[in-house]
C-alpha cells in the first residue's frame, strides 16, 4: 500500500451548482476529472487530516467506483476514519443524519439526485458540512477556489475495500466503518412519529402505494413501510434500487411518476399515494384522486405538523425557497410563527434551522424537511403525512378542501424550457433583467405589473448575501410570476418560470391549475418573450 502524490491541472467546469458538482458520468470519469474535485473539497475545507467523516450515495452507476477513490484519497490525504453505508450506500437525508448523529467532521454524498443515472446520464458529488447540511456558499466558493489552482492530489494504491459487510477495517492509518444504512435512519424516524398510530390507520383497511422509482429509498421505504409499520407487502414499488434507476427517471412529479398518478386516479385506487427521488430527499404526494403540490404540501404540514410527537409544542418558524408559493407564508401568518423566504438551495435553510428560527422547511422542487436532519427527507414528508392522517381520520381530500376553505388557494404551476442553449437562455435573462425597473405600471396580458425586481437573499444569522437569485414580478391582484434559471442540470440551460395566482373564494378553488393560471402564463410569454428566445412553443416539462 503506497501513497503517492499525482500532479494534475486545474480542470474547467468544476464550480460546484444548487446542489454540489452535477455533470454527465462521462465527464466524471474523465482522467483526473473526479480526483481533482474530491482534492478540492478536503484543501477547500482546510484538510481532513484527523477528522473524521461519512460516505455514500444513491447507487447510481460509478457509486461503487467512485467511492474506492474517495477512501483511498481520503486515506492519502489523512483522515482518521470515513463511516460508509453498506455498499456505499445512504440516502441524503440519511448521510446528513449520520453526520450529525456520529458527530463527523462532514461527509461526501454521491448523487445525481433525481437526474437519470447511467453511463450516458448524471453523477453528481457534493460535500456535507458538520451540521448535516449541504455546504454553505461561503465553503463551496473555497472549493471552486481550490479546483483552479489545483496542482497535485494524493492517494493512496491499493485494492478495493469491501464494503458489502457492516464492521471496520483498517486503509493504511484510517479507519473504514462500513455501516447499515437504513437503521439508525429508522429509529430517528421512530422518535419523530407516532409509529402506533401510523400502524392502527394501517392495520384499519388503509391503504397506501409507494414508488421508490428504482432508486434508494426502497430499502428504506420496506423496512420502515412494510416491515415496522404493517403496510401490506408490496405496498412499496420499484423496490430494488437499480445503477441507472430501472432505466427511468427517479424524480418524483406526475410526469415522470405517472405510474403512480395512474394508480393514484384509478376506481381502486389506494388511500395515500407517494413517491420519492434518487437520493430519497425529494417527495412527490397523493390521495385517493387527488395530487397535492409541493406548495401546498409544506402549508398543510406546517397546519398540521402539531399532531406528530415531535412538533407537539408547535413549530419554531417555517421556511420556504423565493420561488415556492406563498401558501405556507398564510398558515404562519394565522399561526403567528415567523417565515422566511430564502434562495433555492436547501443549504439556505441550514442557517436558519441550526438558530433554532424554522422547525420545517420546504421548496416547490419537491422537497419538505424539518431540523431533524439538514436535508430535506423524503419518508419524512412521507410519515408526517401518515401521522396527520392516522390522527385526523380524514382523507388527503378532505385535508386539502378544508385548507383551501381556512386559507385559500395558491394556484400554482412551474414550467420548465430544458436543455435551451445556454446562451439564448442567458440572452433572455439578460433582457429581463435590464428592463426591470420599468415594468412596473405597464399592463401584460391584461394583468398590470406591481412590482420587479432580482431577489436577494441576506442570512438572518451570519449576515452573508446571496445576489441574483431569480428574477420576480408581481402583478396589481397579488399573481406573480419568477423566472430562474437552473443549477442542477448537466446539459445547455433549463429555464424555469414559477407561476402563482391566489384564490381567496372558496367556491373557486377548486379548478384546473393551468386554466385558473392562464392569464398569468400569457403575460409571462409577453414580459420574458419566452418563444422567441428559445424558439419553444411550449415548456417541455409542467408540475
Ligand atoms: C436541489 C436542491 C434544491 C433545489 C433543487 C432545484 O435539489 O437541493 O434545494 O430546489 O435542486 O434546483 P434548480 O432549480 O437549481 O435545478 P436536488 O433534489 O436536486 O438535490
Known sequence: MEQITVNTKPIQGQKPGTSGLRKKTRTFKEPHFL?????????????????????????????????????????ANGAARVIVGQDAILSTPAASHLIRKRGTDGGLILSASHNPGGPDADFGLKYNAANGGPAPESITDKIYAATQGLTRYRITETQDIDLSTPGVTALGQMQVEV????????????????????????????????????????????EILENRLGAASGSVVNAVPSPDFGGGHPDPNPIWASDLVAAMM???????????????????????????????????????????????????????????????????????????????????????????????????????????VREKDGLWAVLLWLNILAETGKSVKELLSEHYAEYGRNYYSRHDYEDVESAKASALMDAL??????????????????????????????GSRATAQGLRVGFEDGSRVVFRLSGTGTVGATLRVYLEALETDP?????????????????????????????????????
Open 507 to 543: 367556491a373557486k378553488c377548486d379548478r384546473d391549475p393551468q386554466e385558473a393560471l392562464k392569464p398569468i402564463i400569457a403575460a409571462a410569454d409577453e414580459i420574458a418573450g419566452i418563444k422567441s428566445h428559445t424558439d419553444r412553443d411550449a415548456p417541455n416539462v409542467i408540475t
Open 179 to 222: 455501516v447499515d444504512p437504513v437503521a439508525d435512519y429508522a429509529m430517528l424516524m421512530e422518535e419523530i412519529f407516532d409509529f402506533d398510530a401510523i400502524r392502527a390507520l394501517l392495520s384499519n383497511g388503509f391503504r397506501l402505494r409507494f414508488d421508490a422509482m428504482h432508486a434508494v429509498t426502497g430499502p428504506y421505504a420496506v
Open 35 to 75: 480526483e481533482n474535485y474530491v482534492q478540492s473539497i478536503f484543501d477547500g475545507i482546510g484538510g481532513i487530516e484527523g477528522k473524521t467523516l461519512v460516505l455514500g450515495g444513491d447507487g447510481r452507476y460509478f457509486n461503487d467506483r467512485a467511492s474506492q477513490v474517495i477512501l483511498r484519497m481520503a486515506a
Open 433 to 462: 433583467r435590464g428592463k426591470l425597473g420599468s415594468l412596473p405600471g405597464q399592463s401584460f396580458a391584461g394583468l398590470t405589473v406591481k412590482t420587479a425586481d432580482e431577489f436577494s437573499y441576506d442570512d438572518p444569522v451570519d
Open 266 to 372: 384509478s376506481d381502486d385506487a389506494p388511500d395515500f399515494g407517494a413517491a420519492s427521488d434518487g437520493d430519497g430527499d425529494r417527495n412527490m404526494i397523493m390521495g385517493r384522486g387527488v395530487y397535492v403540490t409541493p406548495s401546498d404540501s409544506l402549508a398543510l404540514l406546517a397546519a398540521h405538523a402539531h399532531l406528530a410527537p415531535a412538533y407537539k409544542r408547535g413549530l419554531k418558524g417555517v421556511a420556504r425557497s423565493m420561488p415556492t408559493s406563498a401558501a405556507v407564508d398564510r398558515v404562519a401568518e394565522k399561526k403567528g410563527i415567523a417565515c422566511y423566504e430564502t434562495p433555492t438551495g436547501w443549504k439556505f435553510f441550514g442557517n436558519l434551522l441550526d438558530a433554532g428560527k424554522a422547525t420545517l422547511c420546504g421548496e416547490e422542487s419537491a422537497g419538505t424537511g424539518s431540523d431533524h
